[in-house]
């Protein structure tokens, strides 16, 4: 079974600019997550996808973060400035199934801005 | 609101001794626990978990965790550990809708 497949794994930028990261999830997995995980902490959910609805994004910085899931299956999460303290990995997760809660993790995108 | 503090940031230890990483965790209502390993440059990896039943939880890799209703913790152990074991190790609570949220993560650094 193929894992959660995420790009680019590495991405460098000027502050200000934009980047977008993709997200394909383990097929047939109806849920998937976005985390930003800064240097030296654990991983902080930013948005939830039940299918192709917004399940939470409470914690989305939404004036320079967006987030999409089209079709229900891969997802795109866009920085639009991006700012010094968005220096982080990001991370893609899915679940299939509410009941066993466990969430496989792709490898994640290291980005740094500077 | 739920919360989880990992007690130490890192653990050094030597080759097949023994390892403890601690975790606590607040919460009003009905938790799922779990334990994650992060090798360098990857993703997380889910080493066990508690959803419910037995307190005492069994993982991969030799690793095992006790699930402590009255202590609120969720520590991990591992009678003899390996280079191999080096790595963040993150503790995380959910509730039934999912989100995962994780402690500050322990860094173990087993040395020769």
């Known amino acids: 079974e193929a894992g959660v497949a995420q790009s680019p794994r590495y991405k460098i930028i000027e502050k200000r600019q934009s980047v977008a990261f993709w997200c394909n999830p383990i097929?047939?997995?109806?849920?998937l997550y976005w985390y930003q995980q800064i240097l030296g902490q654990g991983p902080k959910l930013l948005i939830q996808?039940?299918?192709?609805?917004?399940?939470?994004d409470s914690q989305l910085p939404k004036d320079r973060f967006s987030a999409e899931r089209l079709k229900g299956v891969d997802s795109t999460l866009k920085i639009q400035p991006a700012k010094l303290e968005d220096s982080a990995v990001y991370l893609c997760?899915?679940?299939?199934?509410?009941?066993?809660?466990?969430?496989?993790f792709g490898p994640g995108t290291r980005l740094t801005v500077l | 609101a739920q919360s989880v503090t990992q007690l130490d940031s890192q653990v050094p230890v030597f080759e097949e001794a023994p390892v403890e990483l601690r975790c606590n965790y607040s919460s009003s209502v009905s938790v799922y626990l779990f334990w994650y390993v992060q090798y360098p440059n990857q993703g997380l990896q889910l080493l066990l978990k508690?959803?419910?039943?037995?307190?005492l939880v069994k993982g991969i890799n030799g690793f095992e965790a006790e699930f402590n209703k009255s202590q609120t913790s969720f520590h991990l152990r591992k009678p003899s550990v390996h280079i191999s074991d080096t790595a963040e190790y993150f503790c995380a609570v959910s509730n039934q809708g999912g989100k995962l949220i994780f402690g500050q993560g322990t860094e173990l650094s087993v040395k020769p």
């Open positions: 097929s047939g997995h109806a849920t």
């Open positions: 508690y959803l419910s039943g037995s307190t």
């Open positions: 997760a899915s679940l299939l199934d509410n009941a066993y809660n466990e969430q496989f």
């Open positions: 996808f039940q299918n192709n609805g917004v399940v939470d």
